[in-house]
């Protein structure tokens, strides 16, 4: 089982990024997917999830700037950011797991598998 995340890069602040996260391994269409950020010196922090049916969640910094969404059959999760700022500037992983409940969705701890995290610097 794998995940590959992709999509980071260097833009200036106010740009966009799409992040994309591939699954394979096994078909992820029953799992929760989500992404996590860590910038240097600081913990991993969600970003953004999607349960199976397809709610999904996004941080309070992200709302309004972030938005999550899914492609079944492509056992794929898109990341869209718009007006990125400085702060934003992290490694962004993906992640995903089967048994996950609304209050644990915001704690890494509860996913199963891990992408390798893709970079995303925002300069001002």
């Known amino acids: 089982v794998q995940l590959q995340a992709s999509g980071g890069g260097s833009v200036q602040a106010g740009g966009s990024l799409r992040l994309s996260c591939t699954a394979s391994?096994?078909?992820?269409?029953?799992?929760?997917m989500g992404w996590f950020r860590q910038a240097p010196g600081k913990e991993r922090e969600f970003v953004s999830a999607?349960?199976?049916?397809?709610?999904?969640y996004i941080a309070d910094f992200g709302k309004g700037r972030f938005t999550l969404s899914r492609d079944n059959a492509k056992n794929t999760v898109y990341l869209q950011m718009n007006s990125l700022k400085a702060d934003d500037a992290a490694v962004y992983y993906c992640?995903?797991?089967?048994?996950?409940?609304?209050?644990?969705?915001?704690?890494?701890?509860?996913?199963?598998?891990w992408g390798q995290g893709t970079l995303v610097t925002v300069s001002s």
């Open positions: 999607t349960f199976r049916g397809g709610n999904t």
């Open positions: 992640a995903a797991g089967r048994q996950i409940i609304l209050s644990e969705l915001r704690f890494a701890r509860a996913y199963d598998y």
């Open positions: 391994g096994r078909t992820f269409n029953r799992d929760t």
